[in-house]
């Protein structure tokens, strides 16, 4: 944050330097830490209680907890009014198609080999993250940035094929299977990094604190897709209601909150490329939980070793650029 500020207009952000404190970029730790265990738990959650019930009520209870610890504070409260609308509507757009697209496709998918097959799909985010920097934040693009993209759709395509059937026709046949999960992951992924992105470029000088309102809106659209859907099954066990509160607190307002801090403040680069742990983390905390052989499904292993290696690849291929440029319109804010 600026030591100074001019009164007379909105403070533009600086786009992030080697000089960015450490807090916030370790906050980005944590959100990748508790992201590992979000497929898993909601995955259980949905089959107990139905996908977009479990959804709508994971959203809703973390955003009303959000929007109190928020509004209960005159401090937190005021800084709420340095959002621009731009950042409001188009970043907060895409929070909640991410969130919509993720719990649909958890839910939809057939099974839960298939809602781990997805799960990989979805860790694109990573390296398109560091993609869309380039473009959008001025990072500077090396050559090896386009192989690494490439080696991060063999993972996800890798992924979807069938045990033992390491072919396109094998590749195919389980895509067309049940393609809904797939192509929601993939628009999530692409809306999650875009938004990693433009939450940097729209709101660096911001103190935050709209996650939990964005949680709220997409609670509230999930509620509207379940009351117009076919109606779910839900049972309710103390499993149930324990899985809702963990998947409300941790994988859900805690590290939204965090990543969002980490994004606008701390070191993209370095948090982005840290993230290409997490589908391994996430494979592993996802097999054990939901009980599946951590040994059953080597392809699924092999596909989260190419998504980590080229978002490893992604992140050696962008860099800062030399000097302290301003984010192009950045001023404007609404």
Not at 300 to 325: G, R
């Amino acid at each position: 944050m600026c030591a100074v500020e001019d009164s007379s207009a909105p403070p533009e952000p600086e786009s992030p330097r080697r000089g960015t404190p450490a807090w916030p970029t370790l906050l980005g730790v944590f959100a990748i830490l508790f992201w590992s265990a979000s497929g898993a738990m909601t995955r259980s959650l949905s089959v107990q209680v139905g996908a977009i019930s479990a959804g709508a009520y994971i959203y809703l209870l973390g955003g009303v907890l959000g929007a109190i610890w928020v509004l209960a504070s005159p401090a937190r409260t005021r800084e709420l009014r340095r959002l621009g609308w731009r950042y409001t509507f188009g970043a907060g757009g895409l929070f909640v198609l991410y969130i919509v697209c993720f719990q649909v496709a958890v839910g939809t998918s057939s099974s839960h080999e298939q809602m781990l097959e997805a799960l990989v799909v979805n860790y694109l985010w990573p390296s398109l993250t560091l993609a869309f920097a380039v473009p959008l934040l001025g990072m500077r693009a090396r050559p090896m940035l386009l192989p690494g993209m490439v080696l991060a759709l063999v993972g996800t395509a890798l992924a979807i094929v069938p045990p033992g059937d390491l072919s396109w026709a094998g590749f195919a046949a389980r895509f067309s299977a049940n393609a809904l999960p797939y192509l929601l992951m993939l628009v999530a992924a692409v809306a999650w990094a875009l938004y990693s992105n433009l939450s940097r470029r729209w709101a660096w000088e911001a103190t935050g604190g709209v996650v939990p309102f964005f949680f709220l809106a997409s609670g509230l659209l999930l509620t509207v897709l379940r009351r117009y859907g076919s109606p779910d099954a839900a049972l309710w066990t103390t499993r149930a209601v324990a899985e809702l509160a963990a998947a409300a607190l941790f994988p859900g307002i805690l590290a939204y909150s965090c990543w969002d801090v980490a994004m606008r403040r701390g070191n993209i680069v370095l948090v982005a490329s840290l993230s290409y742990l997490t589908p391994i983390l996430a494979a592993a905390v996802t097999m054990l939980y939901l009980g599946m052989p951590l040994g059953g499904r080597p392809h699924i292993w092999l596909a989260c070793v190419l998504v980590t290696a080229a978002a490893l690849l992604c992140k050696f291929s962008v860099v800062e650029p030399a000097s302290d440029v301003r984010t192009p319109s950045a001023s404007a804010r609404g």
